[in-house]
């Protein structure tokens, strides 16, 4: 499941990571709601594909350590 997924990924409080969905059934689809609320976090934002390298950019100049 992507829970999992993410979980094995994001181990503690300390780690941060981004996941980034690229099917368009997350937010278009009843279930993708579901699929959402599981996740450990809320924080989702949708992009136009021409804007997720721009923003997995800034995401890693503001989580450098």
Same mark, same amino acid.
Request: hydrophobic letters at 30%; glycine letters at 8%; a positive charge.
């Given at each position: 499941? !992507?829970? &999992? ?20 059934? !997350? ?16 924080? +989702?934002?949708?992009?136009? +594909?021409?804007?997720? &390298? ?12």
């Amino acid at each position: 499941s !992507v829970k &999992q997924a993410a979980g094995r990924l994001i181990r503690s409080s300390s780690d941060t990571g981004l996941l980034v969905l690229g099917d368009s059934r !997350v937010v278009t689809k009843r279930y993708g709601k579901t699929v959402l609320s599981s996740m450990p976090t809320h924080n +989702c934002i949708t992009l136009e +594909c021409g804007n997720i &390298q721009r923003y997995i950019d800034m995401w890693r100049k503001s989580h450098r350590c």
